[in-house]
């Protein structure tokens, strides 16, 4: 009888076997008038078409899951945050613009190293081995949130302190000459008699005081972290530009040299860790201990951006160099040619 019910009643989304929603939090359950919500108060089963619990009375409107707004039962976007219920936990997919093609690499090497101590005269010496074209996946998380916070913020005072303070002395039998914390008087001794006094010194003394705090919020977050791992390309880091293209489906190779990166993890569980990383990032910047943490998410957003990386071997005079370039914005890090190797090469 479960499996008659595949999508959630309330948002629309994908249904599993426990009858409970992943995405809106609804419990579905049969009655005596067919299928129903079951109330998260009291666990009663209602009628779709109620807008209050039959035995207690909540309300059974549904309750978005980021902004816990209250939507009609039925909705397909948040009234508030705009979020789509039954997707918005999967990522969309991108395409970063390569700006940097397969022609223009032996230009691009030779203008690189020229801005170097490289001798133009040279540049006939580069020879361009072998290039590979890497479409890497990353995974971009961008939200606003909003809410409020409870805790303590930690402000540092200072108070002043008189202390006991000891100050040698040594004097020289030899040129009766004292040398105090003051300075040195520049005379060499050679049988320096210890001594010293206590003196009272004031000095300036930290302490913290504790403040309670209770404010509101709103920041604005956005994380990209690698969605791959691959030992021939994990050593190169890129950072997704601001220009993609929005793709439906995986980038398809069209070279020998063209290679596809395919994602390794699953966006709904890269979803839950960007969420901890918000919490956690919110914890250590509003206040120094926090007690109470509300959080309320606006568009959160989760993309795979496949971003272009070129990995290039090229020899110059009888020695082989390796560079890479971000293919997405042009620039190329890796090794150059030395003075020494074009003098000495």
Known sequence: MALEIKNCLACGANLGGDLCCDYCGSTHMFTDNGPGLGCRNCGSGNLLTASNCNQCGTSLLLDCPECHAKNPKGSRFCSECKIEFRSYRHATLHQANLVVPHNKLDEKIK????KGWFRARDSNKIVLMDSQLYWVPMWVFTTEVHGS?????AQTHFKTETQRKWIPEEVDDSFNVSITQEGWDGYTHKKPKKGGKWVDEVVSVPYTVWQDVSKDYEETFY???????R??????????????????????SSADWEHIVSPQYQDRDVFGDFRKKVESSLKLKLLTKVELLKVRYKNPRLKIVFCPIWTIIYRYK??????????????IHGQSVSILSQLFG
Request: proline content about 4%.
């Open 111 to 114: 203008a690189w190293l020229g």
């Open 149 to 153: 916070v409870q805790g303590q913020n």
């Open 223 to 229: 994380f990209h972290e690698k969605a791959y791992n």
């Open 231 to 252: 030992k021939d390309v994990n050593k190169y880091l890129v950072t997704p530009g601001s220009k993609m293209k929005d793709i439906t489906e995986l980038p398809q």
């Open 318 to 331: 009888r020695k082989r160099k390796r560079c890479w370039i971000d293919g997405s914005k042009g620039t």
